[in-house]
C-alpha cells in the first residue's frame, strides 16, 4: 500500500509493506532504473547513493535497538529522491515511519516540511535519524561509562557480560557508521546537488555531517575504550587467580611435610619412639615447628 503526503506538487510517499505491484507502479510512474527496484526487494544492501539526471536513490543503514533494549541492530532506510517527491520504500527504521504517521495526522505541519522543495523533507528526515541515531550512541557511550566504574566490582560474571554486550555493539556501530561517511560527504562537497540552490542547503547538508562525524568520533573512541576496559577486566581476573594459586600453592607447601610425617607414623611399622607415651606429643611439636618455619622462610622472601 502507497501512503502520500501531498502539498501542492509534493509529495512524499511512503511504501512501508510493498508489493510487486507498488514496484511496478513507482518504476513506469517515475521511470526509476530497474536495478534500483531490485535493491528495494533485497534486505542486504551496502550503503550508497545513486546520482541519475532526474533524481537520486539513497540506501542508508541507521542503529536501533533490538526488542529487549540490548543489542545494537542496523536497520535500512531506502529512497527515491526527486524534484518534486520523496519516496520512502520498504520496511524503514522505525523513524521513517513515526516521522510519516506525524505528518500525516498533523497537516497544518505540512506547511513547514513542505516550505522548500523535496530537499527540506530529505533533510527533516536525514535529522531526525541522525539525532535518534545520537541519542543511540551517547546510550552505548554510557553503559561503557557504567562499566568503566563497576570493573573492580565483584561480579565478574556479569562485569565480563556487560563488556561482551558493548564491545558487540560498538562492533555494529561501527560496521553501520564507517561505510556511509563517504555517502554524507558527498552532500557536503557538492557532488549532491539537490534540487534548491546549493547555498541554501550547503549549511544543513554540512550541520548533518558535522553531527554524523562527532558520532563516528565517538564510537572509534568507544571501540579503543571497551578494548582497554576488557584487557584490563582480563588482567585483574589474572592477578585474582594468580593470588589464589599463590595461596593453595603456600598451603599446599606447608601441608606436604605435615602429611609425610603424619603417613610415616600411621603406618603399622614400629618406629622410633613409637611406643612411647609422648610421642603425639613429639609428633605435634615437630609439625608446628616445621609451620613456623615455612611461614619464617616465606615471609622472609616476601611472598606472604
Known amino acids: 500500500m502507497i501512503d502520500t503526503l501531498e502539498l501542492g506538487k509534493l509529495k512524499w510517499l511512503h511504501v512501508q509493506h510493498p508489493t510487486n505491484e507498488d514496484f511496478e507502479h513507482i518504476q513506469v510512474k517515475y521511470d526509476f532504473h530497474p536495478l534500483d527496484i531490485d535493491d528495494c526487494r533485497s ?3 551496502r550503503p550508497k547513493i545513486d546520482i541519475y539526471d532526474d533524481y537520486y536513490f539513497l540506501i542508508l543503514h541507521f542503529p536501533h535497538f533490538d526488542n529487549l533494549k540490548r543489542f545494537v541492530k542496523a536497520q535500512e532506510v531506502k529512497i527515491f529522491w526527486g524534484k518534486d517527491y520523496i519516496i520512502t520504500i520498504g520496511r524503514s527504521h522505525w523513524v521513517v515511519e513515526d516521522l510519516f504517521n506525524y505528518y500525516k495526522q498533523n497537516p497544518d505541519a505540512l ?20 539525532n535518534e541515531s545520537y541519542l543511540l550512541v551517547t ?29 558487540r555493539n560498538v562492533i555494529q556501530l561501527n560496521t553501520i557508521f564507517k561505510p556511509q561517511l563517504r555517502v554524507f560527504h558527498k552532500f557536503e562537497s557538492g557532488d549532491i546537488k539537490g534540487y534548491e540552490s546549493t547555498e541554501d542547503m550547503e549549511d544543513y547538508w554540512g550541520n548533518i555531517l558535522d ?15 571497551t578494548y582497554s576496559l576488557s584487557q584490563t577486566f582480563d588482567s585483574v581476573q ?44 613429639l609428633i605435634m611439636g615437630v609439625c608446628v615447628i616445621l609451620i613456623i618455619f615455612f611461614l619464617y622462610v616465606f615471609k622472609k622472601k616476601k611472598w606472604i
Open 43 to 45: 534486505y542486504t544492501q
Open 111 to 130: 506547511n513547514d516540511l513542505f516550505a522548500k522543495s523535496s530537499d527540506a523533507i530529505l533533510y527533516n528526515l536525514l535529522n531526525r535519524l541522525i
Open 139 to 167: 546510550r552505548v557511550g554510557q553503559e561503557i561509562d557504567e562499566i568503566n566504574r563497576e570493573l573492580f566490582d565483584t561480579k565478574p560474571e556479569q562485569t565480563i557480560e556487560k563488556i561482551s554486550i558493548a564491545r
Open 211 to 225: 553531527v554524523y562525524q562527532k558520532m563516528w568520533d565517538m564510537i572509534e573512541d568507544f571501540e579503543e575504550l
Open 238 to 281: 589474572a592477578n585474582k587467580t594468580n593470588e589464589t594459586m599463590k595461596v593453595l600453592t603456600l598451603i599446599s607447601t606447608i601441608s606436604l611435610p605435615l602429611t609425610f610425617v603424619t603417613s610415616l607414623y600411621g603406618m603399622n611399622l614400629f618406629l622410633p619412639l613409637a611406643d612411647k607415651p609422648y610421642a603425639f606429643a
